[in-house]
């Protein structure tokens, strides 16, 4: 395909042209200017998918189970895309690609896409350009968009802030009884899934999981005990049985499930699946559907004023900036100080 401009390539997108795909997400991730009112018009058209965030630590297997997941999407008639985001090399900047080794399977499904993206320097396990690439893969008419953490530490709680439906994958044997509890990834999790069930100490990882939400969620139960809105835990079905929330289709009953895994064995996947199309739908008969994406939306807003804010400070360092940078060292202003003279001089906001 010659080079087209990103208007151009907008139609492709929306008719599900995989090669108009890859090159306006490729314009997507590189910052482009020029694609910008193309990206524009993709996240007006977006809306329709469900977005699925798995995070988890290294090791626990999160590609093979994704990949896994993915099958069983099309096996329901369903398209899906994954963002698969990768570290960067310290070197290059770019991914290893890890991720597309190990979905080779998927390869020459066109129901499936798969891309993935290098962090280059981001924090949270998402990359810059993944939250437009989302817009692209949902214009251009995927039923599912996942997107797949860098797995670098316990800190990517970001993908909580980008998706409908966010699942932590935990897996045994690798050196904390139970990896999820820290640094907040216990609380971001809608589903847990429990991978290498196959694994003779992976009871004791599904054991301690169900055993920290029942504190946490009786902690919660108490709390909301005199609101009919959240029911007692005792009323509840075992929180191991995703058909919990799917049944009632409520959020208010809605308990994170602790889902085993195999994908050595394929278990469990499809049941991993029905938890999810269960939390989806407990969404939209609550309406909290709506909340998730007003709080996607700000979220995004406060980034993208954060990314103007560093260009603005990026292109002033010779100049506004720099007398600042000499007071700063001297200090004879503070970093305060000097942000609200910097911003007041650049016409951003005021100088309260």
């Given amino acids: 395909m010659p080079y ?3 208007a151009d390539l907008a139609p492709r997108v929306l008719d599900g042209d995989t090669r108009a795909i890859a ?3 490729t314009r997507a991730e590189s ?8 990206l524009d018009t993709m996240f007006a058209r977006a809306g329709r998918a469900h977005v699925v965030g798995i995070t988890g630590v290294p090791g626990s297997g999160k590609s093979t189970l994704v990949a896994k997941l993915a099958a069983a999407v099309r096996r329901n008639g369903r398209k899906i895309a994954i963002v698969a985001v990768d570290p960067s090399s310290p070197f290059s900047g770019g991914s290893i690609l890890g991720d597309r080794i190990r979905m080779s ?3 020459g499904d066109p129901g499936v896409f798969v891309r993935s993206m290098a962090t280059r320097g981001a ?3 998402l990359a810059k350009g993944t939250l437009e690439a989302v817009d ?3 214009a251009a008419g995927f039923d599912m968009v996942v997107i797949e953490t860098v797995g670098v530490g316990q800190d990517e709680v970001e993908v909580a802030r980008a998706a409908h439906t966010t699942v932590v994958v935990s897996a045994p044997g690798l050196g904390d009884d139970i990896q999820a509890i820290k640094a907040g990834i216990l609380e971001i999790a809608d ?13 004791r990882t599904i054991a301690d999981l169900k055993n920290m939400l029942a504190l946490g969620l009786t902690r919660l139960d108490r709390k909301a005990a005199s609101s009919s809105t959240v029911p007692h835990a005792s009323d509840a079905r075992s ?5 919990y929330a799917e049944s009632n289709h409520d959020l208010a009953a809605w308990r994170p499930p602790v889902i085993a895994t195999s994908s050595i064995r394929d278990e469990g996947v499809q049941r991993l699946l029905d938890a999810i199309d269960g939390h989806r739908a407990a969404l939209e008969k609550s309406g909290d559907i709506d909340a998730r994406r007003a709080a996607i939306a700000e979220r995004r807003l406060l980034a993208a004023g954060e990314a103007m804010l560093r260009e603005q400070f990026a292109r002033h360092r010779d100049g506004k900036l720099a007398s600042l940078l000499e007071q700063l060292r001297e200090r004879t202003v503070s970093p305060n100080a000097a942000a609200r003279q910097l911003l007041h001089e650049l016409h951003i906001g005021d100088d309260r």
């Fill in 4 to 6: 087209l401009p990103s």
């Fill in 23 to 25: 090159r306006l997400l």
């Fill in 31 to 38: 910052g482009v200017e020029e694609a910008r009112s193309t």
């Fill in 105 to 107: 399977d998927l390869f």
């Fill in 123 to 125: 924090l949270g396990g």
């Fill in 136 to 138: 692209v893969l949902d």
């Fill in 191 to 203: 589903i847990h899934a429990v991978s290498k069930c196959d694994r003779p100490d992976a009871n």
């Fill in 239 to 243: 929180r191991d049985a995703p058909g």
